[in-house]
């Protein structure tokens, strides 16, 4: 069992950047691949970045791609999602998830546990 709390969110105007934080307890982060996901509201969540737990192989939404990094510290049991250039629409609830898959993975049905997001919120 791992818990993950979210933490870094906040309002900013487009163009801003703001860095999230997961930090997880209860197991290693290194035991898992870490995903970020969004839900805007009236939206369905999506996918937004992932880092394999081994190698450190990350893949992007398209959305983001160029704009957000996935990153992390299995030293301090956390991971970041760095977000650059931001736009209106990457206003959203973010939330970090833990998947006990061994490759990096888009699906939201391979994460096992989840944080309770925090909010962010970029005005134009």
């Known amino acids: 069992q791992v818990q993950l709390v979210e933490a870094g969110g906040g309002l900013v105007q487009a163009g801003g950047s703001l860095r999230l934080s997961c930090t997880a307890s209860g197991r290693t982060l290194s035991s898992y691949t870490m995903g970020w996901f969004r839900q805007a509201p009236g939206k369905e969540r999506e996918f937004v970045a992932t880092i394999n737990r081994s190698n450190y192989y990350t893949y992007y939404a398209d959305s983001v791609k160029g704009r957000f990094t996935i990153s992390r510290d299995n030293a301090k049991n956390t991971v970041y999602l760095q977000m650059n250039s931001l736009k209106p629409e990457d206003t959203a609830v973010y939330y970090c998830?833990?998947?006990?898959?061994?490759?990096?993975?888009?699906?939201?049905?391979?994460?096992?546990?989840w944080g309770q997001g925090t909010q962010v919120t970029v005005s134009s």
């Open positions: 998830a833990a998947s006990v898959a061994y490759s990096a993975t888009a699906s939201q049905g391979s994460y096992n546990y």
